[in-house]
């Protein structure tokens, strides 16, 4: 029960990945929920231009997995738009190993887990390990913040997510090294009276669910809460 938390998926991967071969089996079997739209496709769309085999979003997911030495076989990228299937979903979530959320825009994400396809409670108490990236990973927080610079509406806000974490930190991710912006999440820190975890690009940590135990790596500020 571990969950992944990357800024940026391809150069958090490679901080992760000695610790993730510890967890892993070869025979582990992988489902990519790549859901983060920033308006909405279509079925063929999805198929042929978002997440086409071979193309660039593929080989970055994919490709990356492949190098921990799953099985390309193992993969399953879910399609949120293939009407056909989506009653299959809960079970390819449940029998899965491993559950990959990808960056982009959160909103989308969480509308189409929610409401769409209805994914909320297996991915809520998903017993496999998750790896977040960007918007995959603020999302496994049942409440989660956007800063004014990474938000689509440009202004600081609070959203609901998954609720994978009971909230036990917060993090930012995309961080900058910006004395106003560090401010904003030590003030975040103070308010919410918990720690806030700036996770720069090349930065990543991985949070046991189960014992509650947290490894940083790479690029990652704390924020501790301080009394006013």
């Not at 983060?36 to 999805?46: A, K």
């Not at 949120?80 to 989506?86: L, Q």
């Not at 189409?112 to 603020?138: C, D, R, W």
Request: with cysteine; proline share 2%.
């Amino acid at each position: 029960m571990y969950s992944v938390l990357l800024s940026d998926y391809e150069k958090g991967m490679k901080l992760v990945a000695k610790d993730l071969k510890k967890l892993i089996k070869t025979n582990y079997k992988v489902v990519i929920i790549a859901w983060t739209f920033p308006t909405e496709i279509d079925n063929d769309t999805f198929n042929n231009e978002w997440f086409k085999k071979g193309e660039r979003r593929y080989n970055k997911y994919v490709g990356l997995l492949i190098n921990l030495g799953l099985k390309e076989e193992n993969i399953t990228i879910l399609n949120c738009y293939d009407k056909d299937n989506i009653s299959q979903f809960k079970k390819i979530v449940d029998d899965s190993d491993i559950l990959v959320l990808t960056g982009g825009n959160p909103e989308m994400l969480y509308s189409k887990v929610v409401q769409e396809t209805e994914l909320l409670y297996n991915i809520k108490h998903y017993k496999g390990i998750i790896i977040g990236a960007s918007a995959g990973a603020e999302l496994q927080l049942k409440r989660y913040f956007i800063t004014a610079k990474n938000n689509y509406y440009k202004y600081f806000a609070f959203y609901d997510g998954f609720g994978v974490l009971e909230d036990p930190f917060y993090f930012d991710v995309h961080s900058i090294n910006n004395k106003n912006y560090l401010n904003k999440l030590q003030k975040i820190a103070n308010e919410q009276g918990k720690k806030v975890y700036a996770i720069y690009n090349d930065g990543a940590m991985i949070y046991n669910r189960k014992t509650r135990d947290l490894k940083i790596l790479g690029n990652v500020s704390t924020f501790l809460p301080k009394e006013s």
